[in-house]
């Protein structure tokens, strides 16, 4: 038997929350998201003064995160990024238009060995979209640590 983890709107508030005040503590006006497994989005937080883009392509970097079950960056990230040139997913991006995004800000939210759904950054560099990607994955795992596997 299979069994099946979900995180919930309760899940995703307080790592929306971590990864607000990460950027606000960085200085970055960012758009968060969290989507679930079959990355349907939970929840999304456009910070004030964040791009309007910023909507749509956190929520392509959480797609990706949860639906390719990696951080979005690792695609492109020399030698064997497999969406570089000569690689074996190269041109990918285009599979699915305006929902697959190849580049940093995507991290997938993994419990018991498990994708539960993943998080989208977008509106910084990607340093800052990994730093408060980091903060978002840092509150899931301190949220699940209490959880019985």
Same mark, same amino acid.
Request: net charge negative; hydrophobic share 45%.
């Given at each position: 038997?299979?069994?099946?983890?979900?995180?919930?709107?309760? @899940?995703?508030?307080?790592?929306?929350?971590?990864?607000? &005040?990460?950027? =606000?503590?960085?200085?970055?006006?960012?758009?968060?998201?969290?989507?679930?497994?079959?990355?349907?989005?939970?929840?999304?937080?456009?910070?004030?003064?964040?791009?309007?883009?910023?909507?749509?392509?956190?929520?392509?970097?959480?797609?990706?995160? &949860?639906?390719? =079950?990696?951080?979005?960056?690792?695609? !492109?990230?020399?030698? !064997?990024?497999?969406?570089?040139?000569? !690689?074996?997913?190269?041109?990918?991006?285009?599979?699915?238009?305006?929902?697959?995004?190849?580049?940093?800000?995507?991290?997938?939210?993994?419990? @018991?060995?498990?994708?539960?759904?993943?998080?989208?950054?977008?509106?910084?560099?990607? =340093?800052?979209?990994?730093?408060?990607? &980091?903060?978002?994955?840092?509150?899931? =795992?301190?949220?699940?640590?209490?959880?019985?596997?």
């Amino acid at each position: 038997m299979h069994r099946i983890h979900r995180i919930t709107l309760d @899940d995703a508030l307080p790592l929306l929350a971590a990864g607000r &005040a990460k950027a =606000e503590e960085i200085g970055v006006k960012q758009t968060l998201c969290v989507c679930d497994e079959s990355a349907n989005v939970i929840a999304l937080h456009r910070l004030p003064g964040a791009r309007l883009t910023g909507v749509e392509i956190a929520m392509a970097k959480a797609f990706t995160a &949860a639906g390719h =079950e990696r951080a979005t960056h690792l695609f !492109n990230e020399p030698p !064997n990024g497999p969406a570089l040139p000569g !690689n074996e997913a190269f041109g990918i991006s285009h599979m699915l238009p305006g929902k697959f995004a190849i580049f940093v800000g995507g991290f997938p939210l993994v419990f @018991d060995g498990q994708i539960v759904g993943a998080v989208g950054i977008s509106g910084g560099n990607g =340093e800052q979209d990994k730093a408060v990607g &980091a903060a978002m994955l840092a509150e899931f =795992e301190a949220i699940t640590a209490s959880v019985a596997h």
